[in-house]
């Protein structure tokens, strides 16, 4: 059974420009988790997406975006992106249903590097 | 969700059993204790999850205390590859799951 695969696994942008990461997640599993990763804040919560809808948000501006599509995939967003958007994105994806959800299955990661 | 608390840093010899503590004081009663390990450079991995009974799977055991406020993570024959931060997370219903510092197990030859 493929993992969680995420895309592309490292790219440079700079100030100003915008990013697009991509997740698929695990065959059968309907919910999609973003993390974002720094060495001073370390693992912070995004969002969450189950069919489609937002299901959890965490504390980031509105420049932080995503989506799911029906097949469960799902991509983030970050526009005008500032130096403090360096981090290590992660994908994760879970069963939907009760504890199970909980059970989250990490992508390697999208480790973004802002100039 | 309960607020977790776990030491910084821990040292285990490769081969003895790695406990690692985590105390949840204000765990409510429909609350999980999930653990999650990350090795350097790696996304985490989910280890194991319980809520009052202890639990056992081919990774490690979970022992909960009767009174819930504390459990125990147990890997039972620690190799060099358990080196890794270890995560103890409080989780109710479809709310997400909200990583804290950990604790970093460092396992010595």
């Known amino acids: 059974k493929a993992g969680v695969t995420q895309t592309p696994r490292y790219l440079i942008k700079t100030r100003g420009q915008q990013v697009t990461l991509s997740c698929s997640p695990i065959?059968?599993?309907?919910?999609v988790s973003w993390y974002q990763q720094t060495p001073g804040q370390g693992l912070q919560f995004l969002f969450e997406y189950f069919s489609e809808t937002q299901r959890n948000k965490g504390n980031f501006p509105g420049r932080f975006s995503g989506r799911q599509f029906s097949n469960s995939r799902s991509e983030m967003n970050v526009s005008t992106l500032e130096l403090g958007d360096s981090a290590l994105y992660l994908c994760?994806?879970?069963?939907?249903?009760?504890?199970?959800?909980?059970?989250?299955?990490f992508g390697e990661g999208s480790r973004l590097t802002v100039l | 969700d309960a607020k977790t608390t776990q030491p910084p840093s821990m040292d285990c010899a490769e081969g003895r059993a790695a406990n690692l503590p985590c105390n949840h004081s204000?765990?409510?009663?429909?609350?999980?204790v999930y653990w999650y390990r990350q090795i350097h450079s790696q996304g985490p991995q989910y280890i194991i999850h319980?809520?009052?009974n202890n639990e056992t799977n081919e990774m490690a055991s979970l022992i909960i205390t009767e009174d819930r406020k504390s459990s125990t993570l147990i890997l039972p024959h620690a190799t060099l590859r358990d080196t890794a931060v270890y995560y103890c997370i409080g989780r109710s219903g479809n709310t997400p799951l909200v990583f804290g510092k950990g604790t970093r197990l460092s396992v010595i030859a």
């Open positions: 204000t765990i409510s009663g429909n609350e999980y």
């Open positions: 065959s059968g599993h309907r919910s």
């Open positions: 994760a994806s879970s069963l939907e249903s009760g504890t199970r959800g909980g059970e989250l299955f």
């Open positions: 319980g809520l009052k």
